[in-house]
């Protein structure tokens, strides 16, 4: 038993390695680098499988070997010490294991690489040339790094010797290094020296070669190469040495008349030579010129305040030399030649190359404005005089006196103060009622940009556009307050960042008690709190306090922080005088407070504000009578019919029409009052209703009145204007135009075709009439240009919306008696239709509508144009023309003098023809009329032509390239009887078209 087991064993053995013998073919030995030198490392590698008990023995070639397991794929690492050739075998070497053998790489084995030595050939070079580079050594070399000494090398490697070429850029002497960095010892250098390449001269020219005793004459000397040195000869006996690169340069002046042979010739490191002729005639009798330019021009000079005018003078002279030129001061001049006064600091200017130029910042004291316009002229001259030796140039710069209105935007003044009027005040710890004012006085127009500090810190920005030279005046706000929570003095500052400021803001303080007492509380007592005001006999009333030495009273319109209105008291009572009751307008709401100053002017108490709406009864006469406009919070008109029926109910009034404003998505509703009611007070009691916006009378507007006058005949408004001037390049065309009027005659043959659509609004009118009033304005507008017939209109192609919104005060007058309903739903059809322009020719008592509608209009880029009015050189403003972004118009005559019917004022924009116009009327007649609303049509064709050749101007715009273009009339600057003067239709345009329209 035990003899078949251990026959059964060995059967198991010889199977195994009869199975394991058939695996050897797989064995593989392979290595990696095959080339090395001495002491470099060889990567072996060997794979097998097949017999798991089996060794593997690697024989290395040179007498070593080592053993590895079988079934593995197993790497080793082998340096040889000697040069020479190895081969690499692997052999399974185990009993049990039938032998076999894998045969791997030869290994070639060379000595270890040694630099010995670095050439160079040529070792003298110059710039550009090819330089070799040999490296010399023994053995072979694995890397070495060859730097040739001019921040630049590279890499060789091999059997010594290796070779490599260089061409310096620049001249110098280099030490090129080689040094080894792999399997390579040692290292070595030498010295390369370049040089640069010897200049050669190939030409000399002279600029100009025809010139003028004293002129400047270039010379340049072209050639190749680098130069060491050259001489050039200018042939009147005098020389220069010039070197380096070429090409060279030199400026030379001739003293005397004569032909002149300049020679360059080279001397060091330099061949060649080259020659030019120059002539020189006599030099020409000296003429100096200049002109003098400022921004605007003529400069402007403020009445009101000394504002820097910025002047430049530049000088052009007939020779090309250098000189100097001074003048000490200048003279203010009047026009009609007598002295005003002085002025200006020393100038100095260089006049080199025929040119010259020096800018100097000249303040115009305020008593040479009064001066000139005492004199009667708003223009006068500033004048210097230049001079050096016999040489002497004047100067004068015009100048003319500007309102504060159309100066420069600019500041004159800024001062602080706090509640009580002082630029100090003392207030108790955690006080909340603390506010400071600026008072900002300014011409021109333009952006304010400043911020309020306290102790250093920004509290708010203020970033407001202010327009028109006037005051202006800026709170602290609520939020945040002035900080009174830490006891201590505090410095308030108003920084202004724009404009800049030629003066310093003086700051004010306050100081905070450590005593946290809290200010008085005022009571009020009447009016009450949203009450209707004034109430016959009525006065503002409060209770006093103890502590308190005056009261003032401020009104503050409801939307607004800066007060309206104030007034200091020592009673507990206020009635306002008439006079001031004229600034506030019917049917507004106004915010009302008290506050108490005790005698060092500290605000001690404080009481809290109530409101009261405006709403006495307006004077008969400026309003339909019986009859209010409410403005609806509801919706379209079928969504506000149950509205209308419950203030018909609660208030007993009748609603005659109720209509949409679909401009200002708002409805609007016409009410009849009893005859026993209070037109004031029904607006109070609407005003007072959740349901309602706002609520005014129907006010009663005019259209500007025209005069029949038949002593001129001939049609001078386009000529004056110089629109004629422009109907090659605009007519209108495409520009649609809404007369919101009286009716338009539009079968009147020179209006026919003009007429794109007529809408009538006139309440209580049931026909389009055909009437005076419209079809005067019409026919100034658009009247049809070369048809053979009657006159042509300022925009002879434009679209007519033909608007009545007005009815004729009398058959065959030209007067139209227009409602606040009339206007508004005509001024909000032309929004809805596209009208680019809205021409007004009408005005009437302040209206609550009208303002909304013309922000509206401006919203969506329309421009509206009004009639400044025929109330006479004392005569009251009239809406919308007093409106800031209506263009109000004021007429002139033939001759540019004012309308002596014309309204004035300062809201005034522009002027244009209106007395004794010939345009159309209706009948095919037509007829010389008078009146702003003439004048205002004027303006409106303008507008057309400009939007024609603009199309994306926009209103702001329109009304700014209008003033700018301008012909001033009157006194110099916006003046409150022509406004920035008449208008000019072709000036306007050819700001849009450029220098290509001529404008005579």
């Given amino acids: 038993?035990?003899?078949?087991?251990?026959?059964?064993?060995?059967?198991?053995?010889?199977?195994?390695?009869?199975?394991?013998?058939?695996?050897?073919?797989?064995?593989?030995?392979?290595?990696?680098?095959?080339?090395?030198?001495?002491?470099?490392?060889?990567?072996v590698t060997v794979s097998s499988s097949g017999c798991s008990a089996a060794l593997i023995t690697v024989n290395f070639g040179d007498s070593t070997s080592t053993t590895v397991l079988s079934n593995t794929t197993t790497t080793v690492s082998h340096a040889y010490l000697t040069p020479g050739s190895f081969s690499i075998?692997?052999?399974?070497?185990?009993?049990?294991?039938?032998?076999?053998t894998a045969v791997g790489p030869t290994i070639t084995v060379s000595s270890l690489g040694a630099i010995t030595s670095l050439s160079a050939l040529p070792s003298a070079a110059v710039v550009g040339q090819a330089v070799i580079f040999t490296v010399s050594g023994t053995g072979t070399c694995g890397s070495l790094t060859l730097n040739f000494g001019d921040a630049t090398s590279t890499t060789l490697s091999g059997a010594f010797p290796l070779t490599t070429t260089h061409a310096y850029a620049s001249p110098g002497t280099f030490t090129a290094t080689a040094t080894g960095t792999s399997s390579c010892t040692g290292s070595a250098s030498t010295l390369v020296t370049v040089t640069s390449p010897p200049g050669a001269i190939t030409s000399l020219t002279a600029t100009p070669s025809f010139a003028q005793v004293g002129q400047a004459v270039i010379f340049t000397v072209s050639g190749t190469g680098t130069c060491g040195s050259l001489t050039l000869n200018f042939g009147d006996a005098t020389s220069t040495t010039l070197s380096g690169v070429f090409p060279r340069t030199a400026s030379h002046a001739y003293s005397s008349v004569g032909t002149f042979t300049a020679t360059a010739t080279g001397t060091s490191s330099c061949t060649g030579s080259a020659s030019a002729i120059v002539t020189i005639v006599p030099l020409p009798p000296l003429s100096v010129a200049v002109s003098?330019?400022?921004?605007?021009?003529?400069?402007?000079?403020?009445?009101?305040q000394s504002v820097p005018v910025v002047i430049t003078y530049t000088f052009t002279t007939n020779i090309q030399g250098a000189f100097t030129l001074t003048s000490s001061g200048g003279t203010f001049v009047a026009g009609s030649g007598g002295t005003l006064g002085t002025g200006g600091s020393g100038l100095s200017?260089?006049?080199t190359g025929g040119r010259g130029v020096v800018t100097e910042s000249l303040i115009v004291p305020q008593v040479v404005a009064e001066r000139s316009l005492r004199g009667g002229s708003p223009t006068f001259t500033f004048q210097r005089t230049f001079s050096s030796g016999n040489i002497s140039v004047p100067a004068t710069v015009p100048m003319r006196v500007v309102s504060s209105a159309a100066g420069p935007f600019s500041l004159r003044r800024v001062e602080l103060r706090f509640d009580n009027g002082r630029g100090e005040i003392t207030v108790p710890k955690h006080f909340e009622h603390l506010k400071a004012v600026a008072f900002v006085e300014f011409n021109g127009s333009g952006l304010l940009e400043a911020a309020w500090e306290v102790d250093g810190r920004t509290l708010a920005i203020i970033r407001k556009f202010l327009t028109f030279g006037d005051l202006v005046t800026l709170t602290t706000p609520d939020v945040p307050p002035l900080p009174t929570f830490e006891p201590g003095p505090h410095r308030i500052t108003f920084r202004i960042t724009s404009p800049p400021s030629?003066?310093?803001?003086?700051?004010?303080?306050?100081?905070?008690?450590a005593a946290s007492k809290a200010a008085e509380t005022i009571e009020l007592i009447a009016p009450a709190d949203k009450a209707r005001w004034p109430q016959p006999g009525a006065a503002f009333e409060w209770k006093g306090v103890a502590e308190v030495a005056q009261y003032r009273l401020e009104i503050i319109e409801a939307e607004e922080d800066t007060p309206s209105f104030s007034a200091l008291v020592k009673e507990t009572r206020y009635s306002m005088p008439p006079v001031y009751e004229r600034n506030l307008v019917i049917g507004k709401r106004y915010r009302w407070q008290v506050k108490g100053l005790d005698v060092n002017g500290?605000?001690?108490?404080?009481?809290?504000?109530?409101?009261?709406?405006?709403?006495?009864?307006p004077p008969a006469g400026v309003f339909v009578p019986g009859q209010v406009l409410a403005a609806l919070k509801a919706g379209p008109v079928k969504a506000a019919s149950e509205?209308?029926?419950?203030?018909?109910?609660?208030?007993?009034?009748?609603?005659?029409?109720?209509?949409?404003?679909?401009?200002?998505?708002?409805?609007?509703?016409?009410?009849?009052?009893?005859?026993?009611?209070?037109?004031?007070?029904?607006?109070?009691?609407l005003q007072a209703d959740p349901r309602i916006l706002f609520a005014q009378p129907n006010y009663l507007s005019q259209t500007a009145a025209v005069h029949t006058d038949p002593l001129a005949s001939l049609q001078y408004g386009p000529r004056a204007i110089r629109a004629d001037q422009v109907h090659g390049r605009a007519t209108g065309r495409g520009i649609r135009v809404a007369v919101v009027d009286t009716g338009i005659d539009v079968r009147h043959p020179d209006l026919r075709g003009r007429v794109v659509e007529r809408v009538n609004f006139a309440p209580g009118e049931e026909r389009f009439e055909e009437e005076v009033h419209g079809t005067l304005i019409a026919g100034v507008i658009a009247a049809r240009a070369d048809n053979g017939m009657g006159i042509y209109g300022i925009a002879p192609e434009v679209e007519l919306m033909a608007i009545r919104a007005c009815r004729a005060a009398a058959k065959d007058r030209p007067e139209g008696v227009c409602t606040s309903e009339g206007i508004a739903r005509g001024i909000d059809y032309a929004l809805m239709n596209d009208a680019r322009v809205i021409n007004l020719s009408l005005g009437g008592p302040a209206d609550l509508l009208l303002p909304r509608l013309v922000d509206r209009a401006r919203q969506l880029g329309t421009v509206i144009v009004a009639a400044a009015g025929n109330t006479g050189p004392t005569g009251r403003a009239l809406y919308p023309a007093v409106l800031p972004t209506v263009i109000a118009v004021t007429a002139v005559d033939a001759r540019d003098g004012v309308y002596s019917q014309a309204t004035r004022g300062e809201f005034i924009d522009l002027a244009a023809p209106g007395?004794?116009?010939m345009t159309t009327m209706p009948g095919a007649q037509f007829g010389v009329q008078s009146g702003t609303s003439l004048a205002a049509a004027h303006v409106s064709g303008v507008v057309a032509l400009l939007l024609q050749v603009s199309p994306r101007i926009s209103p702001e715009e329109v009304q700014h390239v209008l003033e700018e273009t301008a012909e001033d009339l009157g006194a110099p600057g916006k003046d409150r009887l022509f406004g920035s003067g008449r208008v000019d239709a072709c000036r306007a345009i050819r700001r849009s078209v450029g220098s290509s329209l001529v404008c005579r």
């Fill in 915 to 917: 007395v004794e116009v």
């Fill in 349 to 351: 200017v260089t006049i």
């Fill in 292 to 304: 003098v330019n400022t921004t605007p021009s003529p400069a402007q000079v403020s009445l009101i």
């Fill in 602 to 617: 500290n605000v001690v108490a404080v009481s809290q504000s109530r409101t009261f709406t405006w709403s006495p009864d």
């Fill in 502 to 513: 030629t003066f310093e803001i003086p700051p004010i303080t306050y100081f905070v008690t």
């Fill in 643 to 685: 509205v209308v029926k419950g203030l018909e109910r609660r208030f007993n009034l009748r609603a005659l029409r109720t209509f949409e404003l679909k401009s200002l998505e708002t409805t609007v509703t016409v009410f009849e009052v009893p005859a026993s009611g209070s037109i004031g007070s029904i607006i109070f009691a």
């Fill in 1 to 43: 038993m035990m003899r078949c087991r251990a026959i059964t064993l060995m059967l198991v053995v010889l199977i195994s390695l009869a199975m394991a013998s058939t695996a050897w073919a797989a064995l593989s030995v392979t290595a990696s680098p095959t080339s090395v030198v001495v002491g470099q490392p060889v990567s």
């Fill in 89 to 100: 075998t692997a052999n399974g070497t185990l009993a049990f294991c039938t032998p076999a």
